[in-house]
């Protein structure tokens, strides 16, 4: 069965930091690999996807996510984050024989302004 | 933007009560989904329903749990016999394609379930 990690359960940032949140999947097969964020009081909305060709997918926002297969990861990244990015971010996993997202516990990420 | 829309945002029922859970997909998706989110704790997969029927369900999706779509814009969750443990967020989900299909779900706002 597939599973996903996100190791920083809560983040606290001042504006313009940088940002970045790990995401590890354990599946031996091909992935499809999302990051959803969380908005106070709001639906997830999909940040960013990976289905196939250049691992390094740019997102909404001015988010990015690095697929590296090797290390079975998909970390999201900003250069610059701002007080609006205040919310909960999902990384989520399907494979393609699947038809459910498999989602990481979350990560709690505060933006002081 | 299409969305999909859950009502109520929050219910509050008593242990043993049956509840219905609603949720307007987006109106040209063929794929719905349920997954849940108890306080605390990751967002897991409930069941995914296509061309009316089951098409893939958890661990959790027993038999005290069925879904619906009783018309062309509604597509329900009715959980049978509330417990504690049935206490959770709720999220209603669609897709153009199956999820294996290298497609994108759209999430709605969730319902809050409170079972006392």
């Known amino acids: 069965a597939q599973s996903v990690s996100q190791h920083n359960h809560h983040v606290i940032l001042s504006e313009a930091a940088s940002l970045e949140l790990g995401c590890n999947y354990s599946y031996g097969g091909t992935v499809n690999l999302f990051w959803y964020v969380q908005y106070p009081g709001q639906h997830l909305q999909l940040l960013l996807k990976y289905f196939s060709g250049d691992p390094l997918v740019k997102g909404i926002k001015g988010f990015e996510a690095e697929f590296i297969k090797s290390k079975f990861s998909f970390n999201l990244r900003k250069p610059s984050v701002q007080w609006s990015d205040t919310a909960e971010y999902f990384c989520?996993?399907?494979?393609?024989?699947?038809?459910?997202?498999?989602f990481g516990g979350g990560t709690r990420l505060m933006v002081k302004p | 933007e299409p969305e999909v829309t859950q009502t109520p945002s929050h219910q509050v029922t008593q242990m043993g009560q049956e509840v219905i859970l609603r949720c307007v997909p987006i109106?040209?998706?063929?794929?719905f989904y349920w997954y849940r989110q108890i306080l605390g704790q990751k967002v897991e997969f409930l069941v995914s329903f296509y061309n009316n029927e089951i098409s893939e369900k958890s661990e959790i999706f027993d038999d005290q749990f069925s879904v619906e779509r009783p018309d062309g814009s509604n597509f329900t969750l009715k959980i049978r016999s509330t417990k504690l443990e049935d206490s959770a967020m709720y999220f209603c989900a669609s897709s153009s394609l199956g999820q294996g299909r290298n497609t994108e779900a759209f999430f709605g706002q969730g319902t809050r379930l409170t079972v006392v």
């Open positions: 989520a996993v399907t494979n393609n024989a699947g038809n459910m997202l498999t």
């Open positions: 109106s040209n998706h063929l794929y």
